[in-house]
T-cell receptor, first 114, second 113 residues
Framework: DAGVIQSPRHEVTEMGQEVTLRCKPI?????LFWYRQTMMRGLELLIY????????DSGMPEDRFSAKMPNASFSTLKIQPSEPRDSAVYFC????????????FGPGTRLTVT | AQTVTQSQPEMSVQEAETVTLSCTYD???????LFWYKQPPSRQMILVIR??????QNATENRFSVNFQKAAKSFSLKISDSQLGDTAMYFC??????????FGQGTELSVKP
């Protein structure tokens, strides 16, 4: 298996622009997670899905952030409009069903908003 | 709310020596899982070791082992025979039923030749 795939690997955009981050989980995994990593706040969960349904979005910072999972093999995290404080590394992770299982992380997308 | 604390922002160890990274957590749950993840400069998050709270036996994976003290809410990672490739940021993480990982702030480990 190719592992969790994220695109793009790097994104540089100007403040106010829309940004879309993409994730393809490992086939057969029914949990998908979006995390954000910054120096100030460390690694924090933004949202996670089970069987394509959002379960916990309490970590989504504000209405500018939205996430979707239209099918089992694809998810997006969108920021509109983007702000410099959104600059971070965004990770997608997936895991198979049973609670407590390892989460497999993608390589991350480094987002820079100028 | 659960919290995870790693009190050592940076550590260093000589190649072939042993090092222990500390982690404490706070929870009122009785069933949960604990993890150590490694993040090398490539920034890829890699699972090092996993512990189930209901298991008293400490988990081991080759050169990596944990000291899990449930009553003290402590979960330290011991790396034996340190190798240059162990240089990375190490994150302790907590998961209760449901899948949400809560991470500590990380310990940056440098292995020196």
């Amino acid at each position: 298996d190719a592992g969790v795939i994220q695109s793009p690997r790097h994104e540089v955009t100007e403040m106010g622009q829309e940004v879309t981050l993409r994730c393809k989980p490992i086939s057969g995994h029914d949990y998908l997670f979006w995390y954000r990593q910054t120096m100030m706040r460390g690694l924090e969960l933004l949202i996670y899905f089970n069987n394509n349904v959002p379960i916990d979005d309490s970590g989504m910072p504000e209405d500018r952030f939205s996430a979707k999972m239209p099918n089992a093999s694809f998810s997006t995290l969108k920021i509109q409009p983007s702000e410099p404080r959104d600059s971070a590394v965004y990770f997608c992770a997936s895991s198979p069903g049973r609670s407590g299982n390892e989460q497999y992380f993608g390589p991350g997308t480094r987002l820079t908003v100028t | 709310a659960q919290t995870v604390t790693q009190s050592q922002p940076e550590m260093s160890v000589q190649e072939a020596e042993t090092v222990t990274l500390s982690c404490t957590y706070d929870t009122s749950e009785s069933n949960y899982y604990l993890f150590w993840y490694k993040q090398p400069p490539s920034r890829q998050m890699i699972l090092v070791i996993r512990q189930e709270a209901y298991k008293q036996q400490n988990a081991t994976e080759n050169r990596f082992s944990v000291n899990f003290q449930k009553a003290a809410k402590s979960f330290s990672l011991k790396i034996s025979d340190s190798q240059l490739g162990d240089t990375a940021m190490y994150f302790c993480a907590f998961m209760k039923n449901g899948g949400k990982l809560i991470f500590g702030q990380g310990t940056e480990l440098s292995v020196k030749p």
